[in-house]
């Protein structure tokens, strides 16, 4: 095509655009599938009538189509973005990292300093307890500083409180290295996000945000993998394991020293010419006028409607669109929380013995093949995400969640159903605690945390079967009688069984436990982040992130640290079937309130919420529709299929 064709080619398209701009604003309808700084002509791809008449104009539909074509493969986005999400996510990986390596580095701290159960407890949820606080304060942290400053104070807070623990001599030390640890957490849990949201173009927003999701779950494995590799070095290996965290944390806040400010909270605080050159930066050849013009007038209309007055949470409360999108934000963040992920994460080595694996350290491995299913199924949402789009990929993995959780509580089931029966009753050494030999059956005795099993085998038939208390310091072994000496008893041929009976039917517990990574890994994981980081308007966003990450972290340690006497009172299986509810509910919860974000500017996504809540199931309205897109983004066209969220 001649230049000058093409300049026709481009000249058309443009006014095209700018007039289906027009025509929309007018309209006050969303334009849902134009990207940053684009306008999308929308054509349904079976009657290309539009697309023909918008090339009439310009030399026909053949150049029109071909300059197009060729022009989106010419745009790309920049490297820049994926080197500043990148840099952001190290943030989750610290998460991740933090909240994972702490069950590792107990095993070897609890001997060494001589932690009683209160202090073991204190120091793993002393940081998620500081997470929260920290989540909910760094709203205003980040609408008053910015994200690029909440991020390097959360990347100096991990960096100076890994110090602090590599460098502690007692456990108040630790304690309060732990807290600075979880400050760092919370501020990086509620930023990341938000931060990669707004500078990402639509069309990648959703993979980009769920990369951090990608890397808590990276930084999971990761820790679980440094837990196993230093449980060898008995003395001081809790150092490294809590230590190690200060690497990232520095790389990131060197890094952050150079990255630049979100360009819409630049422009909400009036420093325009700034957040231009940075968005510029962000889209690369794309021109960025219109994405631009678009956050303006959006700041100024929200002002308009909402006033600048009183507290940023009354405001959302009072006006129904944020707080229904609130509603939905931390719904989304309690149901991750209360379908028992955590507890899944924190004692995938005990049901991983319950299903067989007698070995502390075997277990120890094995706990990190759990946490490495739940970071390669996070990738798999990473791929889902933009493809099938946020709610469908929630809901089916809700959906998947609770028929994994439904297994794992049978397992649980048929397991005390023929849980082994208590044989033998030792008397206890005089001043000893006598409570676990009154126990008749195994389930009864590995429910109680201060019991363990022990028992001998004839073939498949366990006999000569006791309770007995545990050892504190070592679950390893009995405080008293056969299982005492672990290196004795094992050459006897004797087993030992803490928080676990010895069944046949103990595999259906691993599938469980698998299955339920496979399904909640994609989307339950990342989803209640990424859509928290798109549902609010500029001015409510980081209240809005703020307040959901706290219900997280507030829902984390309440769910975390009530298990164990959730499974005294109402059984494992019990403790599993409550998490199946609850996730039952949270299916109908998606099901009623989550609308679809996918594609759309942050500026539009306001309006998905001007209805009343519990309307979003009936409104799927891109079912089965195919629809192709030329996008113009000042003089780059693409033909794409991706964005099939605008209906015109
Ligand atoms: O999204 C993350 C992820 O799924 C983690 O594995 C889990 O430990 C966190 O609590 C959750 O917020």
Redesign the pocket.
């Known amino acids: 095509m001649s230049r000058k064709a093409s300049e026709n080619v481009e000249y058309t398209l443009r006014s095209l655009s700018s007039l289906m701009g027009e025509r929309r604003r007018k309209q006050q309808e969303p334009d849902a599938a134009s990207a940053a700084g684009e306008c999308s002509l929308l054509a349904a791809a079976e009657s290309s009538t539009s697309l023909q008449s918008a090339g009439a104009g310009g030399g026909g539909v053949g150049d029109l189509e071909r300059a197009a074509r060729r022009q989106f493969q010419q745009d790309e986005t920049p490297a820049f973005v994926y080197v500043v999400a990148v840099f952001s996510a190290l943030g989750g990986f610290l998460f991740?990292y933090d909240?994972g390596v702490v069950s590792g580095a107990m095993l070897l701290l609890k001997r060494q300093l001589s932690l009683d159960a209160l202090w073991q407890e204190l120091l793993v949820s002393s940081t998620v307890g500081a997470a929260a606080v920290s989540a909910l304060a760094g709203g205003a942290l980040n609408g008053v500083f910015g994200r690029r400053a909440a991020i390097l104070l959360a990347s100096a807070l991990f960096t100076a409180g890994s110090a602090v623990l590599a460098a502690a001599n007692n456990k108040e030390t630790l304690l309060a290295g732990r807290l600075v640890v979880g400050l760092g957490i919370g501020i990086a849990s509620m930023t990341v996000p938000v931060y990669i949201a707004e500078v990402s173009p639509p069309n990648l927003r959703g993979r980009l945000v769920t990369i951090n999701?990608l890397f808590?779950?990276g930084g999971?494995f990761f820790a679980s993998v440094v837990d196993g590799a230093f449980s060898y070095l008995q003395k001081d290996g809790w150092r490294y394991m809590l230590g190690l965290a200060a690497i990232p944390a520095v790389i990131q806040f060197f890094g952050f020293l150079f990255l630049p400010e979100s360009p819409r909270w630049l422009i909400q605080k009036g420093q325009t010419q700034k957040a231009r050159r940075i968005l510029s930066q962000m889209r690369g050849n794309q021109t960025i006028d219109e994405e631009y013009d678009s956050i303006k007038n959006n700041i100024e209309e929200e002002e308009k409607e909402v006033g600048s007055a009183g507290p940023v949470i009354c405001r959302m409360l009072s006006y129904p669109p944020t707080r229904r999108a609130l509603i939905v934000g931390c719904g989304l963040q309690m149901f991750?929380?209360l379908s028992g992920?955590?507890t899944i994460?924190y004692y995938s080595a005990t049901i991983l013995q319950m299903s067989g694996v007698e070995d502390d350290r075997l277990a120890i491995w094995l706990a990190s093949v759990t946490a490495f299913t739940?970071f390669i199924f996070t990738l798999v949402g990473v791929w889902l995400v933009e493809k099938v789009g946020r709610r469908k990929l929630t809901f089916g993995s809700l959906a998947g969640t609770t028929v994994a959780l439904i297994i794992l509580a049978l397992g649980f089931v048929l397991s005390a159903q023929v849980s082994p029966r208590i044989t033998f009753k030792p008397i206890a050494p005089s001043g000893q605690n006598a409570t676990c030999t009154r126990y008749s059956y195994c389930n009864e005795c590995m429910l109680d945390p201060d019991c363990g099993f022990c028992y001998k085998m004839n073939k498949s038939t366990v006999i000569d079967s006791s309770c007995v208390p545990v050892n504190k310091a070592s679950t390893n072994e009995a405080a008293w009688g056969r299982c005492e000496n672990e290196t004795k008893f094992k050459t006897e041929d004797i087993f030992w069984a803490y928080n676990f009976c010895p069944t046949p039917y103990s595999w259906t517990a691993l599938l469980g436990l698998i299955l339920y990574l496979v399904f909640f890994?994609p989307g339950m994981?990342?989803m209640p982040?990424t859509v928290n980081s798109e549902i609010y308007p500029l001015w409510a966003r980081s209240t809005g992130n703020a307040c959901s990450s706290g219900i997280?972290w507030i829902f984390?340690v309440l769910v975390s640290l009530t298990f164990l006497h959730t499974a005294e009172y109402l059984t494992y299986y019990g403790a599993f079937f409550l998490y199946a509810g609850f996730a039952a509910v949270g299916l109908l919860f998606i099901y009623g309130c989550l609308p679809e974000t996918k594609g759309k500017k942050l500026e539009e996504i306001e309006s998905l919420f001007d209805n009343r809540l519990c309307t979003c199931g009936t409104s799927d309205s891109d079912e089965g529709r195919y629809i192709e897109y030329i996008r113009v983004k000042g003089s780059n066209y693409h033909l794409s299929d991706n964005d099939a969220s605008d209906v015109e």
């Open positions: 991740g909240t999701t808590i779950t999971q991750q929380q992920i955590n994460m739940n890994a994981g990342p982040w997280n984390n």
